[in-house]
């Protein structure tokens, strides 16, 4: 990937008052920082004739109502030999209908542009659209920084999702602050303090907050909401302060004025943390479902703090799974019932707190930049290329499996379990364990437990199944899923899908065991844990319960509970392909997703072990449907991306490929091959295998052969450095498989058929 030697943003630049002089500012340092040899500089856009005191890094102002700044900007440009251009876009911050001034700039520069959204419309004017259309059409990629917005980008501009990246919204990498110790800088020692912070306009809802204000009082007589932020500039050139002065008469006429402090100020960064650090609660009660994203929202999560919102796009995406607490829009007694709940329970809250803050480690602006850096170096280049060593080079086809390499899986275990993530190769501890992993993790002990391979070292597997035993929650009858690195877990009960894959490895477990106590740790805990799935709605946990299920009864364990919820399992999905299934759409869904091929790999084995034909026929109907989804025109095997699933019966996204669906598809068709013998199933397996090696779309190597190091996948323009445990045991699993292939005599001859004719 080329070398970057300078790089110019076009925005809103500080001291401007705004989201985006704030954004341009933040990134425009943090890319300095991280690339400290690069040059980098900004096109700030001036608002009618206001001049403000820019630094030097602000190269060129731009008069956002004079054509002739746009062109003389990319004259600049031009002239000083910048290699690629990000761009901030947001309607109001240029001029003429929609900004289409900013074509006049764009249309002229002779480097790759790269443009971030920061408001995408689901219903856009048809100049909006137009206006729209050209940006994305002078861009070489685009950039979002929720999945909404991809989803838009895609559904109304018709983007393709190769050209589009979403990163989120940078914050700064700050310490988790106790509240008590921010409130006595500040003089808030002993409050329950609620905060808003932000430019002040009537879309914010801050009237909904102060309506909630007196209810809140009633059980937590200490409260006090703190609105920090100066009114909008454009806001008081209109009207001057009467939004705030209405804000200030409602508190009054509500008698609590002296429970609502209006701090109005710009404050800098530092002094921005410090009060966000002091509050108990952040309250984003905005009034807009179409705020794309908000850097005030960012910020508070990125500290830690529990958030009560409204659900507009960027606040449902951040906030999911438990991360904060969303409310109606405009609903007063449901926020002050929500800040009030959160006010009363302290462990409640800081546990939400240091939820958001673990999940927000992601979103620090040293890692924001990376994540731009890379997305502008691929726009800079003519053609993608490969990464260094050991990725670097292609592999040729190859007609025997490598040889099995677990270092790297045992570099990424401790004695807890298996770590989730790598930041590249290093293990990534601010995200913790999880039972997803560390289940198939299991999986892949039981796999080299086999002749020829060489098992994993006895205290690795044993922390597997110590780790699926800590996991069980016998007051919910659930596996949770996310261990923190302190050896707490993030939620009482994980997803269905995690639940199924753990039964999976359970029912390995006490099939595959050496040890016989083990085997009947494994028979009992399968037997407790497997009676809520037949509540479950999701076809990816009813199939990996199913392969469980399969394993079970393949080592003579006897339930009658889990005869019966086989049949009701496997009938669901026979249902689920009956009411879906068309000429052209032979799946189980309106969409592809993720782990799609586990869902027939279960139809074929459940149909093979009980010896019903046209289950079986069912599962190689809907994967042979599948494979053809997944073969590039080139020939190489194309696993299903997950960036933007398909919904609707669209074809799925090209990107980004990750090795999990590429492991579910060797199992599947290695296990269509044993159901029916027909050789082009052992020839899918291979072909879906070598996408590991470098047979992909950018014919780059996915793996280490040498230490079993295996990328999280491929991007639409490189391949992912980090290298975490999902990635790694799904190449591992994918090998054995291939290799136990590979030590069968050799011949292509049809395996013993496991179906019986009659059923």
Avoid at 103 to 122: I, Q, Y
Avoid at 309 to 317: K, L, N, V
Avoid at 614 to 628: C, E, I, N, Q, T
């Amino acid at each position: 990937m080329t070398t970057l030697s300078r790089i110019a943003l076009i925005g809103n630049a500080l001291p401007r008052r705004c989201g985006i002089a704030t954004f341009t500012t933040d990134l425009q340092k943090a890319l300095a920082a991280t690339l400290p040899h690069v040059e980098t500089a900004i096109v700030a856009m001036n608002d009618s004739d206001n001049t403000y005191a820019y630094p030097q890094t602000v190269r060129v102002t731009v008069r956002d109502d004079m054509i002739a700044d746009y062109a003389a900007a990319a004259a600049a440009l031009n002239s000083a030999r910048f290699d690629v251009v990000s761009l901030q876009h947001e309607f109001g911050i240029f001029g003429g209908d929609a900004g289409e001034h900013v074509m006049t700039l764009l249309s002229r520069l002779e480097m790759p542009v790269v443009t971030t959204f920061h408001t995408v419309l689901a219903s856009p004017t048809p100049q909006q659209l137009r206006v729209s259309a050209a940006i994305i059409d002078a861009s070489a990629h685009v950039v979002v920084m929720a999945e909404k917005g991809r989803a838009l980008l895609q559904d109304v501009y018709h983007v393709p999702s190769d050209r589009i990246s979403v990163i989120p919204h940078g914050i700064p990498d700050a310490p988790f602050v106790p509240a008590d110790e921010a409130k006595a800088r500040l003089g808030f020692t002993g409050r329950d303090v609620i905060l808003t912070f932000g430019l002040l306009s009537p879309n914010k809802g801050i009237e909904v907050m102060i309506d909630a204000m007196p209810e809140i009082l009633t059980h937590a007589p200490d409260a006090i909401y703190v609105v920090l932020g100066a009114t909008h500039p454009n806001l008081v050139r209109r009207e001057g302060e009467r939004y705030r002065e209405t804000l200030i008469a409602r508190a009054k006429d509500l008698g609590i004025a002296s429970r609502v402090v209006f701090l109005d100020r710009f404050v800098d960064q530092e002094t921005l943390l410090g009060y966000i650090a002091m509050c108990d609660v952040y309250v984003t009660p905005y009034l807009n479902e179409a705020q794309m994203t908000s850097g005030t929202l960012a910020n508070s999560f990125g500290l830690g703090k529990a958030i009560v919102s409204t659900p507009y796009w960027h606040a449902r995406e951040l906030l999911d799974d438990g991360r904060g607490v969303i409310v109606p829009f405009g609903d007063s007694a449901a926020t002050a019932r929500e800040v009030a709940a959160l006010l009363r329970d302290r462990t409640r809250r800081d546990a939400m707190g240091e939820r958001a803050y673990a999940a927000s480690r992601s979103m620090t602006w040293p890692r924001i930049a990376e994540r731009y850096r890379e997305v502008l170096a691929s726009a800079h280049d003519a053609q993608p290329r490969p990464h260094a060593s050991p990725f670097a080079r292609p592999a040729a086809a190859r007609s025997t499996p490598p040889a099995m390499r677990t270092a790297y899986l045992l570099s990424l275990c401790d004695d807890t379990g298996l770590f989730q993530h790598a930041v590249h190769t290093v293990p990534d501890r601010s995200h913790g364990y999880c039972v997803d992993d560390n289940a198939r993790a299991l999986l892949v002990a039981y796999a080299l437990d086999a002749e020829g391979e060489k098992p994993l070292p006895h205290n690795t597997t044993t922390s597997f199944v110590a780790f699926l035993q800590h996991a069980w929650n016998p007051d919910t009858k659930r596996f949770r899923n996310f261990l923190g690195f302190d050896r707490q877990w993030r939620e009482p009960a994980g997803s269905e899908d995690s639940h199924g894959r753990t039964l999976w490895a359970l029912g390995a477990c006490s099939c595959s065991d050496p040890d016989p106590a083990r085997r009947a740790w494994a028979a009992d805990l399968f037997v407790r844990s497997l009676p809520c799935v037949e509540w479950f709605h999701s076809p990816r946990a009813w199939s990996f319960a199913l392969l469980g299920i399969e394993r079970f009864f393949a080592a003579d364990h006897h339930d009658e509970a889990a005869h019966r919820l086989r049949a009701v399992l496997a009938a669901r999905l026979m249902a689920l392909l009956a009411a879906v299934e068309t000429k052209d759409w032979i799946w189980f869904e309106e969409g592809l997703s993720y782990d799609n091929a586990r869902l027939p790999q279960a139809l074929i084995v459940t149909g093979a072990a009980l010896g019903y034909p046209a289950m079986v026929d069912a599962g190689l109907r809907s994967l042979r449907w599948l494979m053809v989804q997944q073969i590039a025109p080139s020939g190489c095997f194309r696993p299903v991306g997950t960036d933007g699933f398909s919904f609707v019966r669209q074809a799925p996204a090209r990107f980004d490929q990750q090795p999990v669906e590429v492991a579910a598809t060797v199992s599947a068709c290695l296990a269509a091959w044993r159901a029916d013998g027909d050789a082009c199933w052992r020839d899918h397996a291979s072909r879906a295998f070598s996408w590991f090696l470098g047979q992909n779309d950018l014919a780059i190597p996915v793996v280490d052969i040498e230490s079993g190091c295996c990328r999280d996948g491929l991007h639409w323009d490189r391949s992912n450095a980090n290298c975490g445990g999902e990635s790694a045991v799904s190449y591992l699993l994918a090998l054995a498989e291939l290799r136990v292939l590979a030590r069968i005599s050799g011949d292509r001859t049809r395996p013993a058929l496991r179906v019986a004719i009659s059923a």
